[in-house]
């Protein structure tokens, strides 16, 4: 069964990090990309970042540059969304996910919430 879980969300200072982890399970993060997306307050989700299978990542304008993605080098299976720098814009419940099979999967989320 495939699940993700998201972890590492918080409150924090503008100017801060974060590192959010995304635990799979079900599945294998080598072969599958990763994205992850946020959705502030009062507004539609959107889209932060692939995390390509390759190693390759790509990241929306807004975190460019502040965000980057990292796996698990242990026996978990574990992908990081590091998040430098964070500014109050950044406050949102950060989501992964992946298409298995064709099916979207979702974590519950984890809250960011940065203050000026």
């Known amino acids: 069964q495939v699940q993700l879980v998201e972890s590492g969300g918080g409150l924090v200072q503008a100017g801060e990090s974060l590192r959010l982890s995304c635990l799979g399970s079900?599945?294998?993060?080598?072969?599958?990309?990763i994205h992850w997306f946020r959705q502030p307050p009062g507004k539609e989700r959107e889209w932060v970042a692939d995390?390509?299978?390759?190693?390759?990542?790509?990241f929306a304008g807004s975190v460019e540059g502040r965000f980057t993605i990292s796996k698990s080098r242990g026996d978990t299976n574990t992908v990081y969304l590091q998040m430098n720098d964070l500014k109050p814009e950044d406050t949102a419940v950060y989501y992964c996910?992946?298409?298995?099979?064709?099916?979207?999967?979702w974590g519950p989320g984890t809250p960011v919430t940065v203050s000026s």
């Open positions: 996910n992946i298409i298995y099979e064709g099916a979207n999967f």
């Open positions: 079900g599945f294998n993060f080598d072969i599958y990309d």
């Open positions: 995390g390509s299978r390759y190693g390759r990542a790509v």
